[in-house]
T-cell receptor, first 115, second 115 residues
Framework: AQSVTQLDSHVSVSEGTPVLLRCNYSSSYSPSLFWYVQHPNKGLQLLLKYTSAATLVKGINGFEAEFKKSETSFHLTKPSAHMSDAAEYFCVVTRFSGGYNKLIFGAGTRLAVHP | NAGVTQTPKFQVLKTGQSMTLQCAQDMNHNSMYWYRQDPGMGLRLIYYSASEGTTDKGEVPNGYNVSRLNKREFSLRLESAAPSQTSVYFC??????????????FGPGTRLTVL
């Protein structure tokens, strides 16, 4: 069965320093993976998605993620954090069930950015 | 385009009361979904509708019913609210293409408190 584990529930960085949000997945077939961001009291917005094309995926707002099959990881990175990046981030894997693709969410990582 | 809209944004109910959460999308998407979000658990699928006229149970369907009124609208009903249903509810939609994997687009959420 497909599942996803976000290794850190909270990450705190200083503005201008790199961001690393870790995600490991479990999938019995080649997965599709997503990162979504949720700002306080807002809905979810897609940051980026991996669908078996390039293993390094670039998203919005300077974020990128690298799919590593050997490590079953899909970590999210950004070279330099901005205050506006403070939000909750969800790693998501698809599961094919009942003839349809469904999204399986990780528990989320809350990113705090300090001045 | 408004995308995915949800009403109401906030609601407080007493145990045993009923209510319907409304969701509409203007992107001509085939599939629609209802999730609940609880702290530390990511989003969990309650019900989904792969296409107009069909609905199926997700991970946590107990205590809920849904109606796919037409292609645009997908409502979630709580017949007899319980405190365990206190949560943030998100509606999402997706364009079901014959190939590829498409992300889901989320509404802003409904914050429900059951006393």
């Amino acid at each position: 069965a497909q599942s996803v584990t976000q290794l850190d529930s909270h990450v705190s960085v200083s503005e201008g320093t790199p961001v690393l949000l870790r995600c490991n997945y479990s999938s019995s077939y080649s997965p599709s993976l997503f990162w979504y961001v949720q700002h306080p009291n807002k809905g979810l917005q897609l940051l980026l998605k991996y669908t078996s094309a390039a293993t390094l995926v670039k998203g919005i707002n300077g974020f990128e993620a690298e799919f590593k099959k050997s490590e079953t990881s899909f970590h999210l990175t950004k070279p330099s954090a901005h205050m506006s990046d403070a939000a909750e981030y969800f790693c998501v894997v698809t599961r094919f069930s009942g003839g349809y693709n469904k999204l399986i969410f990780g528990a989320g990582t809350r990113l705090a950015v300090h001045p | 385009n408004a995308g995915v809209t949800q009403t109401p944004k906030f609601q407080v109910l007493k145990t045993g009361q009923s209510m319907t959460l409304q969701c509409a999308q203007d992107m001509n998407h085939n599939s629609m979904y209802w999730y609940r979000q609880d702290p530390g658990m990511g989003l969990r699928l309650i019900y989904y509708s792969a296409s107009e006229g069909t609905t199926d149970k997700g991970e946590v369907p107990n205590g809920y019913n849904v109606s796919r009124l037409n292609k645009r609208e997908f409502s979630l009903r709580l017949e007899s609210a319980a405190p365990s249903q206190t949560s943030v509810y998100f509606c999402a939609s997706r364009d079901l293409l014959s190939s590829g994997v498409n992300e889901q687009f989320f509404g802003p959420g409904t914050r429900l408190t059951v006393l």
